[in-house]
């Protein structure tokens, strides 16, 4: 703003001086205006710089993960920020009730990162677990009732499948904490859309019969749609799923239920504020792994 209010000014010192024509002026002035323009909105745009700042009474707004009342806009022309509440959100205030806003759809990982809490029932909460090439075989066939056919694995192997997909690009500061914690390419589940879709394609791949598979053109992407191998196929790798997601609850130290009796009994414990923040997590990412499991017995 400040750029635009000097230029003026030197067009009109410059015409009034008759230093030279008003065309000289106005390409001067466009120059300028496109500069500006070029350096606050483009540039940042293309090389996906951030800037983080501390603003005074808009901080004291708390986050939210969805249908948040409040917005925060950065206004341009009177280099500022705003708080104003939203359309849809407005008429649910009344006075004296806290206004929430949106830092973003980070999950409870980046929000215990960068922030120091953990958000209940986050809608953008993820989870990580292990890459395909490191689950339990055995178990997984002997859920299904098959055993698997031999070189499915090493079709997958060659499709990229084993190691799932990677959640946040390099150099993505907002989702930085998903992305190192997904350096060795593991399977993401979020609370949004469940288990990755590519895992479940290497899940019908994997636990196809012969005869599917042949049906199939022994193409990995010929599996990637719903049912594309058949209802049966269907529902084997959506078991593979779910007893995958049921092993990593089983692998961790404790259950769901004595963490919860652990939260309740939390002031008696003598828990301080780490150790509370830290069961606070490990509930929410229980409780993500076991919707999942819940949503996919649905499916």
């Not at 951030?50 to 603003?55: A, D, L, Q």
């Not at 707004?61 to 705003?82: L, Q, R, T």
């Not at 946040?168 to 992305?179: H, K, M, V």
């Not at 196809?208 to 790798?237: D, H």
Request: net charge negative; with cysteine; glycine share 10%.
């Amino acid at each position: 703003p400040k750029p635009y209010i000097l230029t003026t000014l030197l067009v009109a010192l410059y015409v009034g001086a008759g230093l030279g024509s008003i065309e000289q002026a106005s390409n001067g002035a466009g120059l300028v205006f496109c500069g500006s323009i070029l350096k606050d909105f483009v540039l940042p745009k293309l090389f996906k710089s951030k800037k983080y700042v501390i603003c005074p009474f808009i901080d004291m707004a708390n986050h939210v993960g969805m249908k948040e009342e409040g917005n925060v806009a950065f206004e341009y022309f009177v280099d500022g920020y705003s708080l104003s509440t939203r359309a849809d959100g407005a008429a649910n205030l009344e006075k004296g009730r806290e206004v929430h806003i949106s830092y973003g759809p980070r999950s409870n990982d980046a929000l215990l990162q960068q922030y120091g809490f953990v958000e209940s029932d986050n809608a953008h909460d993820v989870y990580v677990m292990p890459p395909l090439r490191e689950w339990d075989i055995g178990a997984l066939e002997e859920a299904c009732g098959r055993t698997f056919q031999p070189g499915r694995l090493q079709k997958l192997e060659r499709a990229g499948l084993l190691g799932g997909t990677a959640l946040a690009a390099e150099g993505d500061e907002d989702a930085f904490e998903e992305g190192v914690a997904n350096r060795g390419r593991g399977v993401v589940v979020t609370r949004s859309a469940g288990i990755d879709p590519a895992i479940i394609t290497a899940l019908r791949v994997l636990v196809s019969s012969e005869e599917e598979w042949l049906a199939v053109g022994e193409a990995v992407g010929n599996l990637v749609t719903e049912n594309s191998g058949g209802k049966e196929n269907e529902r084997l790798a959506l078991v593979a799923a779910q007893k995958a997601l049921e092993l990593e609850l089983e692998s961790m130290a404790t259950t769901l239920e004595e963490d919860e009796q652990s939260w309740k009994n939390r002031a008696s414990l003598g828990m301080n504020s780490k150790e509370t923040l830290a069961l606070q997590f490990r509930m929410e990412k229980k409780k993500l792994l076991k919707e999942t499991i819940f949503a996919l017995s649905l499916m």
